[in-house]
């Protein structure tokens, strides 16, 4: 689906990752962890295409990125769900149509859709915020706004950067509840953070791997969880 063979990349002068063979399979369950400015969220910006590696080999669902050009990275996108850091949202927009845009965009915005959106937004808690305009949302509201609309279409695997950072234990446990649903399914799904408390918290409910960024390079830090 995704896989990485020695892999390298350069910014601003100097190599930020360095060596990384990876392969994400479907079904499979990661963590991503290490220190601020280690890369992670440049190694998963390398896994859906808005990055190229400087060195080694990434390959998207069979193809090499290098050779994907315009039309094959927008395939990639809409196979691949990404919760950023930064949630960018349309400000004109409500919650709602935001979460919907790529339904709208895949050309999958159906009746049935639509119900399974009313769902996902009972799941994460924004059923109550559906009308609202995302200027009005808080911090918390917009990460769970932006985990919704990165899963609406069951993309094929889901990335997310530090999707709990800004919500409480009961709901990131919640959101990462809805992770494991979705990786039980066969979505393969990546979660960078630093909150070691979720990692240990989510072995009761998946196994996973837990990745480590350190040197420049992507090590083992932990067995199956």
Known sequence: MISFDHVAYSYGGGELLTDISLELAPGSFHFLTGPSGAGKTTFLKLCYAALTPTAGQVTLFGKDVRDLGR??????????????????????????????????????DTQAARQDLDELLGW????????????????????????????????DAILADEPTGNVDWEMSQRLMTLLVELNRMGRAVMIATHDLSLIRAAKSQVSARVLRISNRRLQLAGADL
């Open 71 to 108: 039309d094959g990275v927008a395939d990639v996108r809409r196979r691949v769900g990404v919760v950023h850091q930064d949630c960018q949202f349309l400000d004109h927009l409500s919650v709602a149509e935001n979460v919907a845009l790529p339904l709208t965009v895949s050309g999958r």
């Open 124 to 155: 994460v808690g924004l059923t109550h915020r559906a009308r609202a305009r995302p200027p009005e949302l808080s911090g918390g509201e917009r990460q769970r706004a932006a985990l919704a609309r990165a899963v609406i279409v069951a993309p």
